[in-house]
């Protein structure tokens, strides 16, 4: 297919008027009742901000304020679970973030991408799970799809395009293993 061939005006969002409408009154909400809060302060506030848009939050998960969530609606985090400061997730599709599970400062969780083998590169959505006592090191991205198993580390700057099994050490772009994971103590 030629380039010629593609009509580009046949994109269709995904996103319905209401789903903007949200998101639109989510991004003030956060960026206004949030967001001026320093790191690790009104912890309770934050996550009641998160609830009240429908994420599903232990009473001991953290969310620091410079972290972007696209849908709360579509965010669990268990007990003791940590979203760092400024991350970016862009859960189009459900994230789940085990207890104990840490995600550090600057990762990139990334739920959507597209269709390249349509003309119409319509959006596809996964969810991404990452387990009980996973650590995903900073700048790291997690692409659709992926499972980061229980006790399985990501290394800094790694991209992760495919589950990463338990109690495993990754690294790279792509990622690959890089050992197991022992807990000595």
């Given at each position: 297919?030629?380039?010629?061939?593609?009509?580009?005006?046949?994109?269709?969002?995904?996103?319905?008027?209401?789903?903007?409408?949200?998101?639109?009154?989510?991004?003030?909400?956060w960026n206004l009742l949030a967001r001026p809060f320093p790191r690790s302060s009104c912890m309770p506030w934050k996550r009641m901000l998160l609830r009240l848009f429908g994420a599903k939050m232990s009473s001991t998960s953290k969310v620091y304020a410079?972290?972007?969530?696209?849908?709360?609606?579509?965010?669990?985090?268990?007990?003791?679970?940590?979203?760092?400061?400024?991350?970016?997730?862009?859960?189009?599709?459900?994230?789940?973030?085990?207890?104990?599970?840490t995600i550090s400062q600057g990762t990139f969780l990334c739920t959507a991408s597209h269709d390249i083998e349509s003309q119409h590169h319509e959006q596809t959505e996964k969810p991404i799970v990452i387990g009980d006592r996973a650590?995903?090191?900073?700048?790291?991205?997690?692409?659709?799809?992926?499972?980061?198993?229980?006790?399985?580390?990501?290394?800094?700057?790694?991209?992760?395009?495919?589950?990463?099994e338990p109690w495993t050490v990754?690294?790279?772009n792509p990622s690959k293993v890089l050992k197991r994971r022992v807990i000595n103590k």
């Open positions: 297919m030629s380039k010629e061939d593609i009509d580009y005006m046949e994109f269709v969002t995904p996103y319905t008027k209401k789903d903007k409408l949200l998101r639109l009154l989510w991004t003030i909400v410079s972290a972007k969530i696209y849908k709360p609606w579509h965010l669990t985090m268990k007990d003791h679970a940590t979203i760092g400061d400024d991350v970016d997730c862009y859960n189009a599709a459900p994230v789940t973030i085990g207890i104990n599970a650590w995903v090191a900073a700048h790291a991205y997690i692409g659709p799809g992926v499972t980061v198993g229980e006790g399985a580390v990501v290394g800094a700057t790694a991209s992760v395009y495919k589950d990463v990754v690294g790279g």
